[in-house]
């Protein structure tokens, strides 16, 4: 179920399906200088750095970038925190809880994996389509197989395949017959919308799932702030993109109505990791 207004809604729970260019709509506004995102080898910055690395690639990066002050945890992973417009940290010292529902919402939740147990391109095709053991159910499922979602026209750059819930709805009578509520799957995460990225050569780069289009927008954006509305839920994304230099698979989540800015933000966090990469460890 698409979950209620969350500070970050983390839609890849199902990522199993998975594990999942074209400017943006909207130019970001105008920036103060002191409002300028803070690059990690920004020798004004003050910050304190924190060593992290993605596999064998080591990487210093300003602490305020992350959800805990040392970066990394003892297991490896590590998650980023910037906030929209400005796709910059928060002031050192501030959590990315903090502030109200509406600071909060703002954020956009990075979360890198090194990819080593298969080849890299092979994570961001599971990442669309589900890793489900059946063939059969992949074949037939409407929200598993891109030939029987709604082809729509290009968004922000990227081909859409819509949930047809006339199929999804056929589907679960004829699998669970006439007791099948197929009415709670309207919400299921299972039912998002799907933006996919291709190169030139056609191979995927981009996966962005989205709650459904039928849901309607829990916030608006007026002169480059954005605005909360009255409604139950913020529909949210989930966004996974490449960094082939680190072998990392990046999986990011935001609002939906930030997916006009999706571009903007794969340039920002290949940017960050670029700017503060030490090299690669010696082998062992």
């Not at 890793?131 to 059969?136: A, C, M």
């Given at each position: 179920m698409t979950p209620p207004r969350?500070?970050?809604?983390?839609?890849?729970?199902?990522?199993?399906?998975?594990?999942?260019?074209?400017?943006?709509?909207?130019?970001?506004p105008p920036a103060a200088e002191a409002s300028r995102p803070m690059t990690p080898t920004d020798a004004n910055a003050g910050e304190r750095m924190v060593e992290v690395n993605l596999g064998p690639h080591r990487f210093r990066i300003a602490s305020n970038y992350f959800d805990i002050e040392r970066g990394q945890d003892a297991q490896g992973f590590m998650r980023l925190i910037l906030r929209w417009p400005e796709l910059a940290p928060l002031p050192a010292g501030t959590h990315y809880l903090s502030g109200g529902e509406s600071e909060r919402a703002r954020n956009i939740d990075i979360s890198p994996d090194y990819i080593d147990r298969v080849p890299l391109q092979t994570s961001l095709e599971r990442d669309l389509i589900s890793?489900?053991?059946?063939?059969?159910e992949r074949r037939e499922n409407p929200t598993l197989n891109p030939d029987l979602r709604i082809h729509g026209d290009p968004v922000h750059g990227l081909t859409p395949y819509y949930t047809d819930f006339a199929k999804v709805d056929a589907y679960?009578?004829?699998?669970?017959?006439?007791?099948?509520?197929?009415a709670a799957q309207r919400h299921s995460p299972f039912n998002n919308d799907w933006l996919v990225g291709r190169d030139a050569q056609g191979t995927l780069t981009t996966v962005i799932k989205c709650t459904s289009r039928e849901e309607p927008e829990?916030?608006?954006?007026?002169?480059?702030?954005?605005?909360?509305?009255?409604?139950?839920?913020?529909?949210?994304?989930?966004?996974?993109?490449l960094m082939p230099r680190y072998g990392a698979n990046v999986r990011v989540s935001y609002q939906r109505i930030f997916v006009r800015d999706w571009k903007r933000i794969e340039q920002r966090i290949r940017e960050i990791f670029d700017n503060g990469y030490l090299g690669d460890a010696p082998a062992r």
């Open positions: 969350a500070p970050l809604p983390w839609l890849l729970a199902i990522a199993c399906l998975a594990a999942a260019a074209c400017g943006s709509g909207a130019a970001p890793n489900t053991d059946s063939e059969q679960y009578r004829e699998r669970y017959g006439k007791h099948g509520d197929t829990g916030a608006r954006i007026v002169e480059g702030r954005l605005e909360l509305l009255d409604a139950p839920m913020l529909p949210s994304c989930s966004h996974s993109f």
